[in-house]
């Protein structure tokens, strides 16, 4: 099987389950084993790597997967040079700043000079800058929720679906920076069979976004 399509979707988390399903109704097998990282489709030309989402955009520009699933926080805040060749609809959520409920601030202004914990720098530097503010970025890589009440911040900018997280935290969104869904990526530099391929996928892509329409 020499042309066929390596295609990174993440091993288990939140957008695993819908990336599968899409896969599944565009009428593409994808037989997963216990623990088995990679799988080839019966039915399609294609192989999947089941990987960590951060991985994801990386490994599509290296070429060492053609294509990608994963969110579009996780994509900006890599930087990573890839092609957006399909909005999925799935795994919506957005990045706010919040702060702890009884706070008096209640503009972005009012973060000036203030600590803000993230595992989002790039996108909020970039927000920071855009808005003027001159805040210190406190970068970590989890439970970004906990950090006011631990004395480490005095907001945070981390991803909200529900926001039911915040608010079991005693926090409230001040703004909300950046909207989210999952999203297809392809390496920039796809081979012209790699191509045809993967034309065939997005059109049985679309079909079934048209049928849920
Ligand atoms: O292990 P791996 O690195 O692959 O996965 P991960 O743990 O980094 O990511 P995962 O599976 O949690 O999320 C994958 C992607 O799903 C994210 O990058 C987003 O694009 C998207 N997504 C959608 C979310 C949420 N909704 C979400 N609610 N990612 C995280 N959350 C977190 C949020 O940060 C909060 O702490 O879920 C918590 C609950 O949210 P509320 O507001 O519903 O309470
Ligand atoms: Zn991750």
């Known amino acids: 099987m ?16 819908d990336s599968l399903n899409l896969f599944k109704e565009c009428g593409i097998k994808v037989e997963m084993g216990k623990g088995r990282l990679r ?20 490994y599509v520009e290296d070429g ?5 699933i994963v969110g579009e926080n996780v994509l900006v805040e890599s930087a990573k040079q890839v092609e957006v060749v399909k ?16 706070t008096s601030f209640s503009l972005p202004e009012d973060l000036h000079g203030k600590r803000i914990a993230t ?10 800058q855009k808005n003027h503010i001159h805040a210190h970025i406190h970068e970590i890589s989890g439970s970004v929720e906990i950090a006011p009440s631990i004395g480490l911040a005095d907001a945070i900018c981390d991803i909200v679906s529900s926001g039911s997280t ?6 409230k969104e001040l703004d ?13 530099g796809l081979a012209e069979e ?9 059109f049985r892509i679309s079909s079934v976004q048209t049928a849920k329409d």
Not at 87 to 102: D, M, N, Q, W, Y
Not at 176 to 188: D, G, L, P, T, W
């Open 119 to 128: 595992s989002y720098p790039r996108i909020l530097s970039e927000y920071l």
């Open 64 to 68: 060492v997967a053609d294509l990608g």
């Open 87 to 102: 909005t999925l609809g799935f795994s919506k959520c957005r990045l706010s700043i919040a702060v702890p409920k009884e």
């Open 2 to 17: 020499k042309n066929y399509l390596k295609i990174a979707v993440q091993k288990s988390g939140r957008l695993s389950e």
């Open 176 to 188: 909300s920076i950046f909207r989210s869904e999952a999203v297809m990526v392809a390496h920039s």
């Open 194 to 202: 790699k191509k045809a391929i993967l034309e065939r996928l997005l």
């Open 166 to 171: 915040l608010l079991s935290n005693g926090l």
């Open 39 to 58: 799988t080839v489709s019966s039915n399609f030309p294609a192989e999947f790597l089941f990987l960590r989402d951060d991985d994801i955009p990386g």
